[in-house]
C-alpha cells in the first residue's frame, strides 16, 4: 500500500540528510588523509634512520587502510540511499497517479480533468486549432442506483467507461467528471 505524501516527503528528507552526513564525513576523511600525507612527504624529506622511514610508512599503511575502508563504508551508505530513494519516488509516482485518477473508473478525476483542459485550451488559443469538448451523461443513472443498489450503479460505470475508452483517438482524454 502506498504511504501517505507526508511520510514519503519525510522519508526522502532523511535519505537525502543521510547523504548529506555520508558525503561531509567522507570530505572530512579525506581531508584528513591528506594533512597525513603533507605531514609524511615533510617528514620524508628530512634525513631519518631505517625505523623512523618504516615507521612512517606503517602509519601511512594504517590511514590508507582507514580511508579505503571509510571509501567503501560511504559507497554502501550512497548506493543503500540511492535504492531507498529510488524506491520513494516510485511510490510518490504511484501517489500522484492516485491522486489523479478516479478509483472506480482508472479514468482521470476531476483534477487531471481540470488542469488538461486548462492546458489544452491555452494550446488551441495559441494554434488556432479547434478544441472539441464532449460530456456524457448516463440517462437515469440514479434510478440504476435506486433499484439494484450501487455496485450495480458502479458495474454500468465501468462498462460505459470500458465502451468509451474503446473509442477514443489515442491523444483524447477521458474524465470522470
Known sequence: DVLPLHIMAE???TELANLLVAVEQAGQGAQRYGKTLESASGEMAR???????KDLIGRLLVETRSMIDHGRDV???LKQSGTRISQLTEELEVARREAMTDALTGLANRKLFDAILRQASMDSLESGEPLSLLFIDVDHFKKVNDTFGHLAGDYVLKEVCAVARDRIRPDDVLARY
Open 75 to 77: 559507497e554502501l551508505k
Open 47 to 53: 634525513d631519518h634512520p631505517a625505523d623512523a622511514v
Open 11 to 13: 522519508k526522502m528528507e
